[in-house]
């Protein structure tokens, strides 16, 4: 029952019931011998001495009160700590398991797909685009003659030199057959465009020689290319690898021991697009013993670390043109 | 005794926890405001714990590609990333507030120098590794940071050395030296952070201007013996203030993550996600913008073309005059109001940073003729001159009641926004879950629009109005009903944190939806830091806690 005053124009409480049964428990301890309120001490420390006496003594958290929460805040710290251990699995590696060669439609910048037919011949712009994996570059090539006119690329048996075995090279695709795609990892220590690209016809002269990196041409790249009568090649810089595009890829000079694995295409003559579906030749990377590459290509697939399969579609970028400085 | 007593015995015991050489604290000093440094340290560590992990998975050498591999393929790697971003943007904006707070009290004087100093290095060396750090992602804005940072040192042709030394091979996609040089700036942040921590442990904190009115504020060890030891209340205490920045820091951005369209003079800063590579097509229609915390020297850069001038006003003469500071004020006052020119100076500071670094927001790029930088900057000087002017120190008796200090409306704002999100979040998507979470937050809401309340309807009240009796009985039984409340509250807290662990169980690792992983998890701080802190509140808390 509150404590009420009559005050003028209406009711104003005093104390609370709260309150008054607060004084209550508050006078009695103050009369219990045991908890006795030493008012001498009180007048010498004032409100101080009677505030940690009420702390203490009445208001103050007993034993059993205080377990109780320490009990809420170590369920709640262990909760927490069980709330944690799903995010622990930042820890574990993603594992890219790419089953096998998904089918991916070529696209260009926009987004829009790749028409085969506008792909221009013997472009001296680096043509790229990522396939199987992210961060796996393949080129993709028109091939022409020295006059610039499509060359329809035959099947071909292509030779491994480093362990004498051999596959098939199923020949170019598009509207005149003259499309082809290789991967743009050189075999011999992984170098990536710009280092390595392709050379069109009017850059595979003695000019080229004396060109700086990454265009310069080796005399023996030039006299193979000779001997094989092709009028472009695909040349890595960092050490001279050259390789014939006309022939799948194969090794022309060295010191590469493995010809460049092709990309598969499939093209659709209805739509003009463009579609990668798989690869053929050596891995990409060489995993076994002394380095040498599997024979199957899709043994490599999970190796790359950061690579995740690009799915459906790949972009095509056509960035840059190596020659521009030269 | 009981086997938990034995147990706890053994380790304080074995741990020395009741002798820590650490200062003892008095009651009065158990507010956010004397304790913002503890805030700095908790971003650091966050952010140095998310670095490491993220460490596990950067490559320095593909630095955009493994970033988006970091987001989209590790599990939680975007929760990680995200938050490890906005523990850095956390501990700038702390070390700017706890550097600020420390400047207006006064804290730079003796015996504090040295203390002083050491801070405003660690700013410095925050921001660089900041800076750094931001690089790493080798997005179109990082690439243009580093672009008109270089741009910078270039125009000064002795500088230009350090280019090589600081970018390495930066713009062929190499940034193994930008991570190397990141991490040995956090290092040395550690370094410094182990002085700096130190140093404040045997000073102690600056005890209140009503007990030590004058420089050198410290305690006599007679003083500050009688205070509470380390060990429980102030480890309590800073526990949930940890916790609690823990999660404002994997709550905000994780929530972010889910909102695209933010308009663009907040998109490059707030969003955590990266922006596109610098050689896409889609990076042209982007305004690069620098790091936010660089706006400042950005809009600068605008005033002058003169690099050396933009140095000088944007780098050098700021900080140089931070630095020296302890040896110029050399006065023991340490009320703001009785070294005005100081606390003039420190206002102006504060409004020249917000204020410029909005302009580059706003105006990226834009010269500004003189005549206009005259007006944006001798006005906020002359308002500031004339109030300080007129303004008489208030003898600190006269004034009863806690003013709300700027920090605790901020983070009341933050509530208040994450109430009204909550409610949103609720209404779309109505589940028990998204009810809980209205639920928290809005009861987060409804303590500090009471505590707010109090302060602002207290304003309109005379000082003596309430006579002095009354206070003496009342003040123990509101305490207790607030006490008996806080522990309702820890019941509900405790539930709630259950109801969200089981939900977090259940959150794919990858994915759009991964990200609400982080502010499941940031919740759950901010809820133990809460729990920990009503603990506090209900153990600790003295009725009537007077500054001696
Ligand atoms: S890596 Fe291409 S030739 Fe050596």
Not at chain 1, 146 to 171: A, L
Not at chain 2, 77 to 102: K, P, T
Not at chain 2, 111 to 138: D, H, K, N, Q
Request: glycine share 8%; charged share 15%.
């Amino acid at each position: 029952m509150p404590l009420k005053i009559r005050l003028g124009n209406g009711e104003k409480g005093v104390l609370k019931t709260s309150d008054l049964y607060f004084i209550q428990k508050l006078l009695k301890t103050m009369r219990n011998p045991k908890t006795r309120f030493d008012s001498r001490e009180f007048v010498e420390k004032g409100e101080d001495y009677f505030f940690n006496y009420v702390g203490k003594n009445v208001g103050g958290v007993d034993e059993g009160r205080r377990n109780f929460l320490k009990g809420i805040v170590i369920g709640v710290a262990a909760a927490t700590v069980v709330g944690i251990i799903p995010g622990l699995r930042v820890l574990v590696p993603p594992v890219e398991q790419a089953a096998g060669f998904p089918k991916s439609l070529l696209v260009d910048v926009s987004g829009n797909p790749l028409k085969a037919s506008s792909i221009p011949v013997n472009s001296p712009i680096i043509t790229l685009y990522e396939y199987p994996l992210t961060g796996e570059p393949n080129f993709l090539l028109n091939l022409g003659d020295k006059s610039g006119n499509p060359v329809s690329i035959s099947p071909v048996e292509v030779t491994v030199p480093q362990t004498g075995k051999t596959y098939k090279f199923p020949g170019g695709v598009g509207p005149n057959n003259s499309i082809v795609s290789y991967s743009a990892i050189c075999q011999h220590l992984g170098c990536t465009p710009p280092y390595i690209h392709f050379y069109p016809p009017q850059y595979v002269g003695p000019s080229q020689l004396t060109a700086p990196e990454p265009d310069t041409l080796t005399a023996q790249a030039l006299l193979a290319a000779k001997q094989a009568n092709i009028p472009a090649l695909i040349h890595c810089d960092c050490h001279g690898s050259t390789y014939d595009p006309y022939k799948g890829g194969a090794v022309l000079t060295g010191p590469t021991q493995r010809p460049l694995p092709a990309v598969l295409l499939e093209y659709d003559s209805s739509t003009d697009y463009l579609y990668a579906i798989g690869a053929i030749g050596v891995a990409t990377y060489p995993e076994g013993s002394d380095g040498v590459p599997s024979q199957d290509p899709s043994k490599d697939l999970d190796t790359s670390q950061y690579g995740s399969s690009v799915g459906t579609k790949t972009q095509v970028q056509a960035n840059t043109n190596p020659f521009s400085g030269s | 005794m009981s086997l938990t007593k034995r147990v706890s015995n053994w380790f304080s015991e074995r741990l020395g926890l009741d002798d820590l050489p650490f200062f003892k604290t008095p009651d009065y000093m158990y507010h956010v405001n004397e304790w913002l440094g503890a805030l700095v340290a908790a971003s650091f560590i966050y952010t140095v714990i998310s670095g490491l992990i993220l460490l596990l998975y950067y490559n320095a050498a593909a630095g955009y590609q493994s970033t988006e591999t970091i987001i989209n393929q590790v599990p939680y790697g975007s929760v990680v990333l995200y938050s490890h971003l906005y523990g850095a943007y956390a501990m700038i904006i702390l070390a700017y507030v706890h550097m600020f707070r420390n400047y207006f009290v006064g804290a730079y004087k003796k015996p504090r120098e040295l203390l002083w100093i050491l801070g405003v290095l660690m700013l410095v060396l925050t921001l660089g590794a900041s800076f750094l750090g931001y690089s790493l992602i080798g997005d179109a804005l990082a690439v243009s940071a580093v672009d008109v940072g270089a741009g910078i040192i270039t125009s000064i042709p002795q500088l230009s050395f350090l280019i090589p030394i600081i970018f390495g091979n930066y713009d062929t996609g190499d940034y193994t030296r930008v991570l190397a040089l990141h991490i040995i700036l956090v290092a040395l942040i550690g370094l410094l952070f182990v002085f700096h921590f130190f140093l404040a442990e045997h000073y102690g904190m600056m005890p209140s201007r009503k007990v030590k009115p004058k420089a050198p504020a410290v305690y006599t060890k007679e003083e500050w013996s009688k205070f509470n030891p380390w060990w429980p209340r102030n480890f309590v205490y800073m526990s949930s203030l940890i916790f609690m920045t823990w999660g404002f820091i994997l709550a905000i951005p994780n929530a972010l993550a889910y909102l695209n369209g933010l308009p663009q003079y907040f998109n490059p800063f707030m969003n955590p996600k990266p922006a596109p590579p610098p050689n896409s097509p889609a990076a042209a229609h982007i305004t690069t913008y620098p790091p936010w915390f660089f706006l400042f020297l950005y809009k600068i850069a605008d005033f002058t073309s003169d690099v050396v001038i933009f140095l000088m006003i944007g780098v050098i003469i700021p900080l140089v005059y931070l630095i020296i500071l302890p040896f110029i004020d050399r006065s023991d006052e340490l009320h703001p109001l009785k070294r005005k020119v100081f606390t003039g100076i420190g206002i102006l500071m504060i409004t020249y940073l917000i204020q410029t670094s909005l302009w580059g927001d706003l105006a990226p790029g834009v010269e500004v003729s003189v005549k206009d930088q005259v007006i944006a900057y001798l006005i906020p000087a002359i308002i500031v001159a004339l109030g300080l002017t007129f303004i008489k120190p208030v003898d600190a008796q006269l004034k009863p009641s806690r003013g709300i200090s700027p920090l605790t409306s901020l983070l009341f704002m933050v509530v208040a926004m994450l109430f009204a999100g909550s409610v949103v979040e609720l209404i779309d998507y109505p589940s028990l879950f998204t009810f809980a979470i209205a639920v928290f937050t809005g009861s987060l809401f409804f303590i500090g629009s009471k505590a707010m309340g109090k302060v602002v309807l207290s304003k309109g009240l005379p000082n003596n109005a309430v006579p002095e009796v009354k206070t003496t009985t009342e003040t123990p039984t509101s305490t207790e009903t607030k006490k008996k409340f806080a522990e309702v509250l820890m019941s509900i807290l405790f539930v709630l944190v259950v109801v969200i662990v089981a939900q977090m169980w259940t959150i794919p690792p990858t994915g759009y939806a991964s990200n609400l992983f982080g502010v499941d998890l940031g919740l759950v701080f901010l809820m133990l830091g809460e729990v920990i802190s009503l603990y506090h509140y209900v153990v600790y808390k003295k009725p009537v806690e007077k500054e001696e």
